[in-house]
């Protein structure tokens, strides 16, 4: 007997370290400040290097501070600072591929440095970094496609899904904006991005998302400079080519930002220039189509049968969204009365708990902004909103045991001020969904021959047929080939109903 064993590289996602960062930042202002308004934070994953014993997660965090200047201005000014941080998982020698993620989730209080002259020359902040890295742990599956020899074999067509590759590609995108002629500055561009669609072909997939860019304006007005946002959309598409991707392939994944520059144009019309790098980091699935031996009978030999668990992903397709945040927000009591908001940060996302339910995923999370506000004074404050909401994504499909991934973008927000007290939050974000759940695939590894089997003198045997059984299973139990039995019985070539009485004559070993 001969076997013949065919095999696939099987791929399983997991979860390899999470860890934190902290990036302390001491920035000197190159414009002394009267007061700090309010600091923000941006976080990069610049690269992921791996050894054969660790992981560098390699990034980058661009804080900018936002301030009244000595001349009673707005004024904001950055600093980038990069990190890197170590990790040692044990099971580092079985991964094909990792990848990482990292947001910044909290910022210590601000410590400002004053100069003789009562003004602000450096501020101190420390910023902690949550950072996860996922990993595709990969083994090889081996499964016998076939017997050749005295044996006789039943075969089955088993479709496997399996991780395929991990992606971390960068790519650019741009825009230009009209600007009105009212605006004396931008204090800075703040862009997030959105997967809309992602759509897979022969040896190449391209995603469709949109970009908003939270622009911070300073404008002129009978009473001095004001502070104000826009936001702008515009819609970009990518496409990779990937020579090992297929029709069938299933990819799901995220943008992040990973740059961002900017230029003013003074034409006629001033005209606001944003050019910024995206990175794209995600997965595909792939199917694989395998034929494999089910079951197997010699008939001189026992046959010893080994077998191999194999995991089958069932990978949802991802569902991609637009959500509106709204909510009303009472500031502290002994904070003043509010005039008008100025300005307000590019929100964060944090305290996400991600639940799925019958045929629809529960995201339920806590955004996050600055803002700075005038009061009935005039004078210009700062403080830090939060907002709890809970976005239902539609998931055809789902259902509560299912392995959930979300992610979720912040894309643009509006804070206005009602009756002093109150501040109302309008906000948008994007949301992204997709869901796997795993079940084992029971294959056969290797069949090998054993005992011989004892020898039947009786002349003839005489086999009836039980409900259900067919030619195969009364062929495996009296140890003759199928064609022997057709030979010998004719009409069993046109099927086996209960009761027929099946004549064995001479059997031989």
């Keep these: 007997m001969e076997t013949v064993h065919g095999k696939y590289e099987q791929r399983n996602m997991t979860q390899v370290a999470t860890g934190q960062a902290r990036v302390p930042v001491k920035l000197e202002l190159q414009h002394a400040a009267k007061r700090v308004l309010s600091t923000t934070a941006a976080c990069f994953v610049t690269g992921v290097e791996r050894t054969e014993t660790d992981i560098h997660v390699k990034g980058k965090v ?6 009244i200047d000595e001349f009673d201005g707005y004024n904001s000014e950055d600093r980038t600072d990069e990190f890197v941080e170590r990790f040692a998982p044990k099971n580092i020698a079985t991964l094909s591929s990792v990848s990482a993620l990292a947001a910044i989730v909290q910022s210590s209080t601000i410590k400002t440095a004053k100069s003789d002259g009562d003004l602000i020359t450096t501020v101190t902040t420390e910023h902690t970094i949550n950072i996860g890295v996922n990993g595709l742990m990969q083994s090889e599956i081996t ?32 825009e230009t904006f009209s600007l009105d002629q009212n605006v004396d500055g931008i204090m800075g561009v703040e862009l997030s991005a959105h997967i809309k669609d992602i759509a897979v072909a022969d040896g190449k997939f391209t995603i469709k998302g949109i970009a908003v860019a939270c622009v911070s304006e300073v404008r002129s007005t009978e009473s001095g400079q004001s502070m104000s946002n826009t936001f702008h959309d515009f819609d970009f598409t990518k496409t990779f080519n990937k020579k090992d991707i297929n029709l069938d392939d299933q990819i799901f994944g995220m943008v992040n930002v990973s740059n961002v520059a900017m230029k003013i144009e003074n034409k006629t019309q001033p005209e606001l220039v944003i050019e910024a790098e995206i990175t794209f980091t995600g997965h595909s699935m792939v ?3 395998i034929k494999t031996v089910s079951d197997a009978f010699s008939c001189g030999h026992v046959l010893d049968f080994a077998h191999a668990t194999a995991l089958n992903t069932v990978l949802l397709p991802q569902s991609n969204i637009t959500a509106d945040v709204e909510g009303n927000m009472t500031m502290p009591e002994n904070s003043p009365y509010i005039a008008k908001v100025l300005w307000s940060s590019a929100p964060t996302i944090g305290t996400l708990n991600v639940k799925a339910v019958e045929d629809k995923v529960v995201v339920e999370g806590v955004l996050t902004s600055q803002i700075v506000y005038q009061c009935e004074e005039q004078n210009s404050h700062s403080h830090t909103i939060q907002v709890p909401f809970a976005v239902n994504v539609k998931v055809d499909g789902v259902r509560p045991e299912y392995n959930i991934s979300a992610f979720v973008n912040p894309l643009s927000c509006n804070v206005k001020a009602r009756r002093g007290k109150e501040l109302l939050v309008d906000a948008r974000i994007g949301v992204n969904v997709s869901g796997n759940t795993t079940s084992d695939v029971r294959l056969v590894s290797n069949v090998t021959l ?8 009786y002349a003839i045997t005489i086999h009836v047929a ?18 022997e039995i057709v030979r010998q019985n004719p009409t069993t070539e046109r099927g086996i109903a209960e009761g027929d009485r099946i004549f064995i004559y001479n059997r031989q070993k």
């Design 62 to 67: 661009v804080t900018r501070v936002i301030f």
């Design 143 to 174: 499964f016998v496609q076939a017997l050749k020899g005295d044996v006789e074999t039943a075969t089955q067509e088993t479709s496997i899904h399996t991780w395929g590759q991990s992606f971390n590609d960068r790519f650019e995108i741009g």
């Design 287 to 289: 199917r694989h189509e």
């Design 450 to 457: 054993g005992a011989e089997k004892m020898r039947d003198d």
């Design 466 to 483: 039980a409900a259900g059984e067919t030619l195969w299973d009364i062929a495996k139990r009296v140890s003759i080939s199928t064609a």
